[in-house]
């Protein structure tokens, strides 16, 4: 069962038991808990097996996102990924901010920038991936973490960038202690470029938080570098 499903389920057990015991406070009927048990563990359940965790993805990225300071930290955070990958040439096809957009695109119910990958795919598939590729694409998947450390001071996210790169790393059998070395390598590639250019950066960033259209973040760098 995926780590949404088992969160939703979690906080379900946690409001049902709340409910038990507040029960005869507010004059709760006893078989209203145990209806409500069954009910959220079969949605949950469903979720999983049905809907891959979509649901439960979107329910927490929601709970999540009522904090602005959460929201300002994601849209930054995707903001250095869309700004370096179009440096470095690797083509945007959407993004989205959070998990309803990203459903609401046709995707996978995870917020985030999505490129046009077929080239890594490609290289991935015959076991000959560039030198040069890996180097652009652990720029850009680091990218992230940079742009908020850049405006916080700190980074929040970014778990699943560097995950991306363990994983290729592991998938080309590369050593293991190459892995830290590709992450430092590209974060120090992300900073500079995010650093030489802060005003396509702070302009992507306002452009990006009404939503603008991929083409539209596009011209809205290309003005500012």
């Known amino acids: 069962m995926k780590e949404t499903s088992l969160n939703i389920i979690a906080i379900s057990i946690f409001a049902i038991t709340v409910s038990i015991l507040l029960g005869p406070v507010i004059n709760l009927p006893q078989a209203v808990p145990a209806i409500a048990t069954f009910c959220l563990l079969g949605l949950a359940t469903l979720d999983s097996f049905q809907w891959q965790g979509q649901g439960g993805s979107i329910l927490l990225d929601w709970l999540a996102g009522t904090s602005k300071q959460k929201r300002d930290r994601i849209l930054h955070h995707e903001a250095g990924h869309f700004l370096v990958a179009h440096i470095l040439g690797i083509p945007v096809t959407s993004y989205a901010l959070n998990a309803w957009e990203a459903f609401k695109q046709g995707q996978s119910a995870q917020g985030g920038v999505r490129f046009e990958d077929e080239k890594l795919a490609s290289q991935l598939q015959s076991g000959t991936l560039s030198a040069q590729l890996l180097d652009q694409y652990c720029t850009v998947w680091m990218a992230g973490i940079v742009a908020e450390k850049f405006v ?74």
């Open 152 to 225: 916080y001071g700190n980074a929040e996210g970014g778990a699943e960038d560097i995950t991306k790169i363990k994983a290729i790393l592991t998938q080309l059998r590369r050593p293991s202690a190459e892995i830290q070395l590709k992450q430092n390598w590209g974060s120090l590639q992300a900073k500079s470029l995010i650093e030489s250019h802060k005003l396509a950066y702070e302009s992507l960033v306002a452009a990006m938080e009404k939503r603008a259209s991929v083409d539209e973040c596009y011209s809205i760098i290309q003005q500012n570098l």
